[in-house]
């Protein structure tokens, strides 16, 4: 098992910016400013990620570029630890984490995104993406109507199959592409750690 665990807040963003933007060719300035931290702070934690095999640099013209090292098990191990440790980002999305609870028992995964995420209780909706098995879209009907019956805002669902979710990425699709980018994972982290290293493969 792997042992190496992340020790700072500045890490934790660059290795999350990394995974959700893996289709990215950033520089290291691109990558600072992107995760609101110092280039300097990041061409250090670059260098450690570099050393323990968890990025690939490469150079393209004097720029050098960095993208997450997939087939190495530490990363699997720290970017999995990092998304199931991820606070929610307001006291009204820790509240529905916990009542979206009932959808586990019949889907695969599930992101919150959207307004809610920044608004919180002052957004007018939620929207959730849930990876599912086609015959279990009944069950998840009834298991959204129990939920909105706590709820006070209207749902906006997206719903997905496995199969969805990598043929829309791999078309590049925009929104499921954003959504995986800035939604808030509350379910089924190893699920999305795998479709994203999947599509990453594949570009």
């Not at 606070?87 to 019949?106: F, G, H, R, T, W």
């Amino acid at each position: 098992m792997v042992q190496i665990l992340l020790v700072t807040e500045n890490e934790a963003k660059l290795l999350d910016y990394l995974f959700r933007h893996y289709h990215e060719k950033l520089s290291i300035n691109g990558l600072a400013k992107n995760v609101e931290i110092t280039p300097k702070g990041a061409y250090k934690i670059l260098k450690k990620f570099e050393a323990d095999s968890l990025v690939v640099k490469e150079k393209i013209a004097n720029a050098q570029i960095y993208t997450l090292h997939f087939a190495n098990e530490k990363t699997e191990y720290l970017v999995k630890y990092m998304l199931k440790s991820a606070k929610a980002p307001n006291s009204y999305v820790k509240v529905l984490e916990q009542d979206l609870q009932i959808l586990k028992e019949v889907v695969k995964g599930i992101i919150i995104f959207g307004s809610v995420l920044e608004k919180g209780m002052k957004a007018e909706d939620i929207d959730i993406l849930v990876i599912i098995d086609k015959h279990k879209l009944n069950a998840l009907k009834l298991k959204i109507k129990e939920f909105e019956m706590i709820s006070p805002k209207k749902t906006h669902l997206v719903i997905q199959t496995i199969n969805d979710i990598q043929r829309n990425l791999q078309k590049n699709d925009r929104v499921i592409a954003e959504i995986l980018q800035k939604g808030y994972i509350i379910y089924g982290h190893s699920l999305f750690y795998e479709v994203i290293k999947d599509d990453a493969n594949k570009k």
